[in-house]
């Protein structure tokens, strides 16, 4: 079993529509990342977040923390086709990162 | 800043023999890199996770006879696929890891990836 369950796994809306992707765990963590990553590509870190609770912006991106530090949330705003991609959660556990299975993005023009 | 690099980025090889990827921090020194494996349309796979100076911790599952990790300086990092077979074609990925100090809270900057493709 995935210490990550991300959802939906596969996700396709026209641009200009917003998406939120899920990251949920039985787990605490103390801290957790959003990556994301283009064909062909390493994975680019997004943002991390510590705090439960916490919400952070970028753009039109906006993370979320669960108050228990257990699941997060990635919503997006108005997409544009620049958006598709991999979207991945990781979790440190142990000073290794585990990742979710992903939430492969698609944004039609 | 951050950046890490890998090379070469694809290589096609023939079944049995041993290619190489490299793994380089460009501008900082890396306390430990981590390797992981990524088949299409999955997510990534930590293979293993070495130190500078010390032998790399292998997961379950990933042989450390066929996987050979050498990390030679706080900036390089080798991966060796020894007597490769097609089963072995992947994307290998690369990360490396700065301290934040704090327990958990460890940021990894991942390398562009290494397409290996065994005939």
């Known amino acids: 079993t995935q210490l990550l369950e991300q959802s939906p796994q596969f996700l396709s809306i026209q641009e200009g529509e917003n998406l939120t992707v899920y990251c949920n765990s039985s787990s605490v963590f103390s801290s957790l990342q959003w990556y994301r990553q283009e064909p062909g590509e390493g994975p680019v870190l997004l943002v991390t977040?510590?705090?439960?609770?916490e919400v952070k912006k970028l753009k039109r991106l906006t993370f979320q923390f669960g108050d228990a530090r257990k699941d997060s949330s990635l919503h997006i705003t108005a997409a544009q086709t620049g958006d598709t991609g991999l979207y991945l959660c990781?979790?440190?556990?142990?000073?290794?990162?585990?990742f979710g299975a992903g939430t492969t993005v698609t944004v039609r023009a | 800043g951050a950046v890490v690099s890998q090379h070469p980025s694809w290589v096609i090889c023939k079944s049995g023999t041993s290619v190489k990827i490299e793994c380089r921090s460009l501008?900082?020194?890396?306390?430990?890199m981590f390797w992981y494996r990524q088949f299409p349309k999955q997510s990534l796979m930590l293979m293993a996770t070495s130190n500078e100076g010390s032998k790399a911790t292998y997961e379950q599952g990933v042989e450390k006879d066929k996987f050979l990790i050498n990390h030679a300086s706080l900036t390089l990092s080798t991966l060796t696929v020894t007597s490769a077979h097609p089963e072995d074609s992947s994307f290998y990925i690369c990360?490396?890891?700065?301290?934040?100090?704090?327990?958990?809270?460890?940021?990894?900057?991942f390398g562009p990836g290494t397409r290996l493709t065994v005939l």
């Open positions: 977040v510590v705090t439960g609770g």
């Open positions: 990360s490396a890891s700065v301290s934040s100090g704090t327990w958990g809270t460890d940021t990894q900057y």
């Open positions: 990781a979790a440190t556990n142990d000073y290794k990162l585990s």
């Open positions: 501008d900082f020194q890396a306390t430990t």
